[in-house]
């Protein structure tokens, strides 16, 4: 589910297709379209049948924290692992709580204080 907001937040457009995203996500469109009523129920996206898919209020600040968190995993993988880490932050970075996010970037701007 996060991988689908991430994604249409991501892609910084209004009114992005069904077969748009499930390009971008590599999966089918039919998958996404189950998603997508989903994400409906959820009230984090809008969608008309067989029209294009906007995220919501919430979908938007869920889209802007999912990003954000993802950015933070790989700035921090790479400091630790000094390589892109973009596979190993795909596979974890659902598991990381909102306070761990926050830690994190905490630990990131205090590096970056002692590097200065």
């Known amino acids: 589910m996060e991988d689908y907001i991430e994604m249409i937040y991501r ?10 995203l499930a390009s971008l996500l590599n999966i089918k469109a039919s998958s ?11 009230n984090l996206v809008e969608k008309e049948k067989y029209g294009e898919i906007n995220l919501t209020k919430n979908g938007k600040i869920l889209g802007q924290y999912l990003l954000k ?10 400091k ?8 190993l ?10 306070e761990t996010t926050e830690n994190i970037e905490i630990f990131l701007q205090n590096l970056e204080v002692k590097d200065d």
């Open 32 to 42: 996404v379209s189950k998603m997508i009523e989903k994400l409906k129920e959820l």
């Open 11 to 20: 892609a910084n457009k209004k009114n992005i297709k069904i077969t748009e």
């Open 80 to 87: 630790i692992n000094n390589k892109d880490n973009l596979y």
């Open 69 to 78: 968190r993802h950015n933070l995993l790989c700035k921090f993988f790479n």
């Open 89 to 98: 932050v795909e596979q974890i970075e659902h598991f990381f709580d909102k």
